[in-house]
């Protein structure tokens, strides 16, 4: 199975800081990745598909990059209502994979 | 709309058996594959089973192999997770998610809870 990796596993920042978020896999996944956001008692929200790609109606302070096995996301100037979970994904291999997440807070 | 609505959660107990449903509206259901992705209390993202649009193509997570079914009928628009012999670590909420990988559409997940 691919072992996906998550830093921090937590963060406080400020409201208009940009944030930063690394996922490492265990092995080479190409761009096979996604980046969800989860609120608490929410499904989670695909916002970053195919390593790169914005969903749509998904504000463009989010964006993500990397391919092989490192990988970022990144806001650009945090919002409070950006307040949440966040995790990638693997689909590079059966069984599909999630990082543990990272909960980022307003400082 | 794309919505979809599980149901079919609650209390069991261990060694027990469950259905959750999964109803789907808003698009074609027969042209997804469909999955289950679970999430146990306070814990991060769990794939648990995804099923091709016609139903010939079906796979699990380890840990739920010859104990869980994934099914679907596309007359109905519904999806379906036959689980059985539930254990303690199987408590989780479980949502269903249209698409194999890209999952774009979540439902608000149903609960299962596996207690004597």
């Known amino acids: 199975d691919i072992q996906m990796t998550q830093s921090p596993s937590s963060l406080s920042a400020s409201v208009g800081d940009r944030v930063t978020i690394t996922c490492q896999a265990s092995q080479d996944i190409s761009n096979y990745l996604n980046w969800y956001q989860q609120k608490p008692g929410k499904a989670p929200k695909l916002l970053i598909y195919?390593?790169?790609n914005l969903e749509t109606g998904v504000p463009s302070r989010f964006s993500g990059s990397g391919s092989g096995t490192d990988f970022t996301f990144t806001i650009s100037s945090l919002q409070p209502e950006d307040i949440a979970t966040y995790y990638c994904?693997?689909?590079?291999?059966?069984?599909?994979?999630f990082g543990p997440g990272t909960k980022v807070d307003i400082k | 709309e794309v919505q979809l609505v599980e149901s079919g959660g609650g209390l069991v107990q261990p060694g027990g058996s469950l259905r959750l449903s999964c109803a789907a509206s808003g698009f074609t259901f027969s042209s997804y594959w469909m999955s289950w992705v679970r999430q146990a209390p306070g814990k991060g993202l769990e794939w648990v089973a995804n099923i091709k649009q016609d139903g010939s193509e079906k796979y699990y997570v380890d840990s739920v192999k010859g104990r869980f079914t994934i099914s679907r009928d596309n007359a109905k628009n519904s999806l379906y997770l036959q689980m059985n012999s539930l254990r303690a670590e199987d408590t989780a909420v479980y949502y269903c998610a249209r698409g194999n990988w890209n999952y774009f559409h979540w439902g608000q997940g149903t609960l299962v809870t596996v207690s004597s």
């Open positions: 994904q693997q689909y590079d291999n059966l069984p599909i994979t």
């Open positions: 195919d390593a790169s």
